[in-house]
C-alpha cells in the first residue's frame, strides 16, 4: 500500500504511467493474496471480508425488521432465537449464471424453527431462499394442490382425507403468525448470509441471555473475491477456467466475541469422517468459546447427532421405533436446547 501511495504522488491520475502501474500493482495484489490462501496459513480476517465484499442492497430493509423484531420481544419474557437453515451458494461470476451449491435441504433448520415456537420463542428463520421452511415443509410437490377438490359452483373444499394432516399444522402456523412470533430472513449467496447473520447478531445483543444462536445452515468454507471473479459468463471457448477458492474468515469468533458475547450460542458441526466428530466439535469450541456444537455426519443426521459441550458429550439416538412412527431428532434436539438454554438464562 506504501509503495503504491509513493508511487501515486510521482505519477497523479492523469499521467499515462498511472494506468499501467495500477495494472500491475493489482496483478501483485493478487498474486499476494492468491499465496496467501493458496498456502492456506493465512485467510483474510472478518473486517477486510466485510470490507471488500459489500453489503447486499436489500440489507438496510432487513436490518431493520431484525431489529424491531428483537426490541418487540425486548422487554418481554420470550426468548428469541434466530435458526439458520439451508445452504448457502458462491458465485463464480459478477453476472451470476454459475455457482457453488452444497447439499443442504433445509430439513434440520425448518423443522427445529417449528419445535422453538411450539416452545414459546420468537424465531427469526434465516433460510436459504426456496429451502424448506416451517410449516410448507409437510407438504411437498404437489401434496398441497392435492389437499383440495373443486366442488358445486366451483368452490373449493378440503378432501376430508387430508384433514387430520393439514389441521395441525395450520393451527400452529396461524398461532405462530397471529402471535408475531415468526420473521422469515432469505438469503441466497454466502455474502449476503455473513451480512445477515451479523446484523442480527448485533440486534440480538440487547437481549442479552435471552437470546439463542442455532446455526444449522451449511455455510461455504470457500469462496472466490469478488475482484477475481470474472464480469461475465465464463465461456467454454477458450482454455477450461482456473477456479482459485480462497477460504472464508471464521465467523463464529467474532460473532461469539463481539457481537452477541452474552447470548447462548449453538453451532453445528458436520463430517462424513465419524472419527472426527467430537474431536473438530471439541477444537471449536475452544476456539470459539461457544455454548455447545451439536455434531452430526451427513449420512446419519437424521437419526443420531451428538451433543458436544466443553464439558461432555452424549448422543441423541433416534430408536426405530420412533423413526417408523414419524418422530424427528429435531423433538429431542430442540428439549435438550430448552433446558440448557433456561439454565444458562438462570446462571445469568
Ligand atoms: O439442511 P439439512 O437438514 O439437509 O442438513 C442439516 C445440516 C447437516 C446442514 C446441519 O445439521 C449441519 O450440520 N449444519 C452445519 C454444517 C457445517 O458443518 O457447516
Redesign the pocket.
Known amino acids: 500500500t506504501l509503495c503504491f501511495y509513493v508511487l501515486y504522488l510521482y505519477f497523479p491520475f492523469d499521467s499515462v504511467l498511472f494506468h499501467p502501474i495500477v495494472y500491475l500493482g493489482r496483478k501483485l495484489l493478487l498474486l499476494y493474496r492468491v499465496n496467501r490462501n493458496v498456502t492456506g496459513m493465512n485467510p483474510i480476517s472478518w473486517e477486510e471480508f466485510f470490507s471488500s465484499n459489500l453489503a447486499p442492497k436489500d440489507l438496510d430493509c432487513k436490518k431493520k425488521s431484525i431489529e424491531l423484531f428483537c426490541k418487540k420481544f425486548s422487554s418481554s419474557k420470550t426468548n428469541v432465537v434466530l435458526v439458520t437453515?439451508?445452504?448457502t451458494t458462491v458465485p463464480l461470476e459478477h453476472n451470476t449464471v454459475r455457482f457453488v451449491d452444497n447439499?443442504?435441504?433445509?430439513?434440520?433448520?425448518s423443522?427445529s424453527a417449528e419445535y422453538f415456537l411450539k416452545a414459546g420463542y420468537a424465531v427469526i428463520f434465516m433460510h436459504r431462499h426456496k429451502?424448506?421452511e416451517p410449516f410448507t415443509r409437510h407438504f411437498t410437490g404437489d401434496e398441497i394442490l392435492d389437499c383440495l377438490l373443486i366442488a358445486e359452483k366451483d368452490t373449493i373444499e378440503v378432501a376430508s382425507m387430508k384433514v387430520p394432516k393439514l389441521l395441525p399444522v395450520l393451527k400452529e402456523r396461524r398461532e405462530a403468525l397471529d402471535s408475531g412470533r415468526l420473521l422469515m430472513v432469505p438469503f441466497t449467496h454466502l455474502t449476503e448470509y455473513l451480512w445477515l447473520l451479523r446484523v442480527s447478531s448485533e440486534a440480538m445483543g440487547a437481549l442479552g441471555s435471552r437470546a439463542m444462536l442455532y446455526?444449522?445452515?451449511?455455510?461455504s468454507?470457500f469462496y472466490i473475491p469478488t475482484d477475481q471473479m470474472p464480469e461475465h459468463k465464463m465461456q467454454s471457448s477458450g482454455s477450461p477456467p482456473a477456479i482459485s477458492l480462497h477460504l472464508v474468515p471464521k465467523i463464529l469468533r467474532p460473532l461469539v466475541a463481539e457481537w452477541v458475547p452474552n447470548a447462548f450460542v449453538v453451532?453445528?458441526?458436520?463430517?462424513t469422517d465419524p472419527n472426527l466428530l467430537v474431536k473438530k466439535s471439541q477444537e471449536a469450541l475452544k476456539n470459539y468459546k461457544h455454548k455447545l456444537v451439536?455434531a452430526?455426519e451427513?449420512h446419519s443426521?437424521?437419526s443420531k447427532?451428538i451433543l458436544v459441550t466443553s464439558e461432555n458429550h452424549r448422543e441423541i439416538v433416534m430408536t426405530k421405533e420412533e423413526l417408523d412412527a414419524g418422530l424427528e431428532i429435531e423433538h429431542h434436539i430442540i428439549s435438550e436446547l430448552l433446558s440448557l438454554h433456561s439454565l444458562f438464562i438462570s446462571s445469568n
Open positions: 437453515s439451508g445452504g447439499f443442504s435441504a433445509g430439513t434440520r433448520g423443522a429451502s424448506l446455526l444449522a445452515a451449511a455455510v468454507d453451532s453445528f458441526k458436520l463430517e451439536i452430526n451427513l443426521r437424521k447427532v
